[in-house]
C-alpha cells in the first residue's frame, strides 16, 4: 500500500515559481517510479513528468519541457515538482502518482499508476 499526499499548491501570477511536494508513506519510495498529472475543469487528466527509481532519469510533456522540473529525494520519502515560468494555462489541480506494478500502459497514460494522491490546486492568474 502507498499513500501520497501533494503539497504546495497556490494562486501565483504569470510567470512566477511554485514547488509541489509529493510525500508518500506506506511502501519505501525508492521502490517505485512515480509521475505527475494534473486535471483542469472540464478537460482530461494529462501527463505532466516521470521520474524514475533512483532519479537519474525524467520524462516531461512537451507543452511544461523547460520550465518545469521532477526531482525526489528518497531519503524523505518525497517527490517535487518545481514549476517555473507558469502560464495560465497551467491552472489545473495537479497529482503525484506511483507506478508499482507491471503494466503495459504508456507512462504517460494515467491507467499505469495504481496509487494517487488527493491533488492540490495550482492557479496561475494573468
Known amino acids: 500500500q502507498v499513500q501520497l499526499v501533494e503539497s504546495g499548491g497556490g494562486v501565483v501570477q504569470t510567470g512566477g515559481s511554485l514547488r509541489l511536494s509529493c510525500a508518500a508513506s506506506?511502501?519505501?519510495?525508492?521502490?517505485?517510479?512515480v509521475g505527475w498529472f494534473r486535471q483542469a475543469p472540464g478537460k482530461e487528466r494529462e501527463f505532466v513528468a516521470r521520474i524514475n527509481r533512483a532519479g537519474g532519469s525524467t520524462i516531461y510533456a512537451d507543452s511544461v519541457k523547460g520550465r518545469f522540473t521532477i526531482s525526489r529525494d528518497n531519503a524523505k520519502n518525497t517527490v517535487y515538482l518545481q514549476m517555473n515560468s507558469l502560464k495560465p494555462e497551467d491552472t489545473a489541480v495537479y497529482y503525484c502518482?506511483?507506478?508499482?506494478?507491471?503494466?503495459?500502459?504508456?507512462?504517460?497514460?494515467?491507467?499505469?499508476?495504481?496509487?494517487w494522491g488527493q491533488g492540490t490546486q495550482v492557479t496561475v492568474s494573468s
Open positions: 502518482a506511483a507506478d508499482t506494478t507491471t503494466n503495459f500502459s504508456p507512462y504517460y497514460d494515467a491507467n499505469r499508476y495504481d496509487y
Open positions: 506506506g511502501r519505501t519510495v525508492s521502490t517505485y517510479y
